[in-house]
Every structure is written in structure tokens, then in C-alpha cells.
């Protein structure tokens, strides 16, 4: 086996790409969102996932005051907004979902909003979160989920979004 820098080994794992949401879905001073490829189910029963961000994200501040966040994975329709709006701007003082032309809709169970065209979207009710070394891990428990297209979903790799390949 050949050493490698062990930064250059974590980006070599490919990652899920998701945007979390969380807020209220028709207020849009309240709603926010934040592309992640941080995130793993953690628990068959009860259905469990987690995600990971740095406190200072307003989607953090949002998921502590509602309880609740949606997880949308990413498909390639999206990947453009996922990487230029959610995962740069921040949602403290534009609403993301208006600048990316997206109307999300309310979540049945919890208060979050769900991006109608994600490849799968997952309600969460806020289990248990906690801090480790620069991030929180917030972890959800599902409570509801939907597929809103049959695209394959993008994954992170070596810093670049790519499709999966069935």
C-alpha cells in the first residue's frame, strides 16, 4: 500500500449531495437552505440521519428554532443551484429559493420546506445534535419521504459534482 496525505485520501470518498432546508416554507425571510455532501443514515430503527455544518449557517439557527429540517438530495437539474446559490450564498439576507426559481412547498409532518424536484426528499424532525472538532452533527429522524424525479442523483467527488452511473 502506497501513503497518501490523508486530506487527498478524505477527498477521494465520494459523498451524497444534498441540500438541507429548513424554515418556514411561506415565509421567506424565515426559510433557508445549505448544500451539504456531508450526510449519512446513521439508524435503521428509528429511521435516523445525520448531516453535518458549521454552527454559524443561518439553516443551522433555522433547524435549532424549528426543530425540524428537510434533506433533498441532489439531482442534475439542480446542480447548478445546489453548488452557485446553496452552497455559496448566504441565506441570512436572500432568500435562496426566489433566486434560484424554485417554489418550495411545505413538508406534511414538520415545518420545513421540500424542493419538489429533488430526487429524494426526507422530512426530519431534529433528534440530537453535537459538536465535533469544526462542525455540528445534526442528526434527524425521518418521518416522511418522496421521490420528485427519476434523474439519478449527483454525488461529491474530489471536490466536483458527478452523476451516478446505475
Not at 478524505?10 to 416554507?25: F, K, M, N, Q, R
Not at 458549521?54 to 435549532?64: D, P, V, W
Not at 436572500?94 to 424536484?117: C, H, L, M, S
Request: charged fraction near 20%; charge should be positive.
Amino acid at each position: 500500500m502506497e501513503e497518501i496525505d490523508l486530506f487527498k485520501a478524505l477527498d477521494a470518498v465520494p459523498h451524497p449531495l444534498v441540500i438541507v432546508t429548513a424554515g418556514d416554507p411561506e415565509n421567506s425571510s424565515k426559510r433557508g437552505g445549505m448544500t451539504a455532501a456531508w450526510f449519512s443514515r446513521v439508524s435503521w430503527n428509528p429511521p435516523l440521519v445525520a448531516v453535518l455544518m458549521a454552527s454559524s449557517r443561518y439553516t443551522y439557527q433555522l433547524i435549532k428554532e424549528y426543530k425540524a429540517f428537510a434533506i433533498n438530495v441532489v439531482a442534475k437539474k439542480h446542480e447548478k443551484i445546489a453548488i452557485e446559490i446553496f452552497g455559496t450564498l448566504s441565506g441570512k439576507h436572500i432568500d435562496k429559493f426566489a433566486k434560484a426559481g424554485i417554489q418550495p412547498v411545505r413538508a406534511q409532518v414538520v415545518t420545513a420546506p421540500i424542493i419538489p424536484e429533488s430526487f429524494i426528499a426526507l422530512e426530519c424532525k431534529l433528534h440530537v445534535e453535537f459538536p465535533t472538532g469544526d462542525h455540528i452533527v445534526v442528526i434527524g429522524e425521518v418521518v416522511k419521504a418522496y421521490r420528485g424525479t427519476d434523474e439519478h442523483p449527483l454525488i461529491w467527488y474530489k471536490g466536483k459534482c458527478c452523476k451516478i452511473m446505475p
